[in-house]
């Protein structure tokens, strides 16, 4: 074989390898693609949180939707004094809504592997998962990322309590589904998990495809 020819080979040998990512590499470009969708699905306005539109405590006024939101089945069985309170509250949601403001949460890099395989492996019921690797990898922001509502920083001396955290990605074997595991906390005494099922689609691009939460604080 003329020297050329293997000189060529050679060339296309070496920077074909260097040009193919590894796994750790695709797992940390599909999150970082898909991160502004993982946070307006998973993270929540703390202002909102809890506050429950009155009557609190009357089963007779509450029932509650798939998200655990609640919802006054009939208005016209509040007292006049709940009808004001009921106002008043709505009024605070209104002012909350209209603010242009941005929730800080702070986004911790350091992705670990689901813990509870057998729970997540429900949602990968047509395959086994893949995974075998048990190590930690780090997804470094470049910067501060702006998702509706939400300001996420890696920053660890920003000045908030709330918190995010995403885990590793645990695919099927042949990569058309994964699950991760998120969490969400606010100030310590509050918070929500989830798992979310991603998929590829037919073209190629991946996409969050049910939203399941498995803890509420």
């Not at 922001?141 to 998702?147: C, R, T, V």
């Amino acid at each position: 074989m003329p020297k050329v020819i293997r000189f060529l080979l050679l060339i296309l040998l070496v920077t074909g390898c260097k040009s193919k990512p590894t796994d750790n590499e695709f797992e940390k470009q599909l999150l970082y693609d898909l991160f502004p969708a993982i946070v307006d699905a998973t993270c929540i306005d703390v202002r909102k949180y809890g506050n429950l539109p009155p009557p609190l405590k009357n089963d007779r006024y509450l029932r509650f939707n798939e998200e655990e939101f609640p919802i006054i089945l009939d208005s016209s069985l509040l007292t006049v004094d709940e009808l004001s309170k009921l106002a008043l509250w709505q009024q605070k949601m209104d002012s909350i809504n209209a603010d242009t403001s941005r929730l800080l949460i702070r986004f911790n890099p350091v992705l670990k592997p689901i813990k509870d395989i057998v729970f997540a492996q429900r949602f990968l019921s047509d395959t086994a998962p893949t995974n075998t690797d048990t190590a930690s990898i780090l997804l470094n922001l470049e910067g501060d990322i702006i998702e509706g509502r939400f300001r996420i920083t890696s920053d660890v001396n920003a000045n908030t309590g709330n918190r995010f955290s995403l885990s590793r990605i645990l695919f099927n074997k042949i990569q058309t589904k994964g699950i991760i595991d998120v969490s969400f906390s606010c100030k310590g005494n509050c918070g929500r998990g989830y798992f979310l099922l991603i998929k590829k689609g037919s073209n190629g691009k991946w996409f969050i495809s049910k939203v399941k939460q498995t803890w509420i604080a």
